[in-house]
């Protein structure tokens, strides 16, 4: 079966999930959430992830666009969440369910009928 041509915000939107489907990456994101711009060696202080582990999932993150690498002082790396790809992966979920609640509703409707 020919795959059909996705769209930019499919791709974008298909690389954050791929990204979140990962506890340790969800972790690290939460950590960038919750304390702001930071280090992998800030992060492994704080997570039990090791600074290896944590520079892969950082990478795969950044991959995906959800976070940016800033330079630092004395060649130090702090990683900053950025949203715009979330919001992306947000509004394809939003189509998504509005393309669904035309037909699950008509289907609610049916069995409610059909149960009288």
Do not use: C, N
């Not at 079966?1 to 954050?16: C, F, G, K, N, T």
């Not at 999930?17 to 990456?25: E, Q």
């Not at 959430?33 to 492994?44: F, H, I, M, R």
């Amino acid at each position: 079966m020919p795959q059909l041509p996705r769209s930019d915000a499919e791709s974008i939107a298909e690389q954050v999930f791929v990204a979140l489907g990962d506890p340790s990456r969800r972790a690290v994101l939460a950590a960038l959430a919750a304390d702001g711009p930071s280090t992998v060696t800030e992060l492994a202080a704080r997570l039990p992830i090791t600074r290896q582990a944590i520079a892969k999932h950082l990478t795969l993150l950044a991959e995906a666009g959800l976070v940016t690498a800033e330079p630092g002082e004395r060649r130090r790396v702090r990683y900053r969440l950025h949203s715009a790809p979330m919001q992306v992966a947000q509004q394809f979920l939003a189509a998504l369910a509005r393309d669904w609640d035309g037909p699950l509703g008509a289907l609610k409707r049916h069995l409610d009928g059909s149960a009288d």
